[in-house]
């Protein structure tokens, strides 16, 4: 029954993948779902919960930890929603699908597993009721509604985490005060991530046990129509510097004229600076094929304001997520005027 039912789901998410608009159909015109709108405050804790009025929204958190021996491992853990129309129902007949992506990184391996779920029915959620909890079948992310300390964990046959997250540092609004453009056309999104969080705690790869410390980056983001149609894909980086600074940055790809380019600037008390294309440079400079397509895993990134001129680059350059919705996510090294860590996502290619 449960192979059933994520047939039934895939053959739901796959047109969004195939057939329609931008990458993921992100860039497909919607009608009856809201639309963000510039100059509209969040407000919290509602807006850290579903928001079944808009067509996909995602919870989405990576981390950069070590083992007790000092080796590098990426986290990844999101919870995705698209709905096929507004609002929510009861029961089988919900038009809200949730799919949940978790995945480790070591130097050497990659592991990435799925779960799929119709809404309505209890098996997959984001709400608030005095806490916070976000859940797909055993895997949640929950935790005090101001996201101010969480946990996290996910299972697979390969792999199982169980971790904790405590910020030491504000929310960080992307954009205009939350309102994040992704195109010259205007499509945009409601974005804002918690960047400070520090972590601990354990995790399993194939039956060895370890104990793991880091840092862990959570992003929001909501919307109906984020992409224009002509926009295939995106290049994500969430880099943090061991002077405490923090960027957020991303490049995306068009079929016609040049590619937008947007970012942020975080500095360690939380106060932010937008950059844009005139201001942050992401430059790819290697080519992998590794697992997937061929795509860049090492980059240069720039932000001369200030005085950032870093290569990035991917700890296991064989980290293509092999979901129903393909695309290379990964924990990356940071070497130059900057050292440090973050994430790199890579969408659209083929």
Known sequence: MKSNITLLLFLVWCPFALLAQGFAGLGTEVEGFAVPERGIDLQFPRDHAAHPEYRIEWWYVTANAVSQTGEPIGLQWTLFRSALKPNENDGWTSPQLWMGHAAVTTKHDHFSTERLSRGGIGQAGAEINGTFEAWIDDWHLSGMDDYSKMSMRATSPEFAYDVELTANGPLVFHGDNGFSVKSSAG????????????????????????????????????????????????????????????MMGFSLRQTKGENFVSGTWIEPDGTTTTLGPETLSLTPISLTSEGGPSLPTVWT?????????????????????????KYWEGPVVVEGSHNGVGYLEMTGYN
């Open 187 to 246: 499509q945009a999104s409601y974005y804002y991530s918690q960047p400070f969080y520090d972590l601990g705690g354990t995790l399993e790869i194939e039956d060895q046990t370890y104990q793991i410390t880091g840092h862990a980056w959570l992003d929001r983001e909501w919307s109906s129509q984020p992409l224009s149609e002509t926009q295939t894909g995106w290049d994500w980086f969430s880099l943090s510097f061991d002077d405490g600074t923090k």
């Open 301 to 325: 990134v720039s932000v001369p304001s200030q005085d950032v001129n870093v290569t990035v680059k991917a700890l296991n350059s064989n980290s293509w997520m092999a979901t129903s919705i």
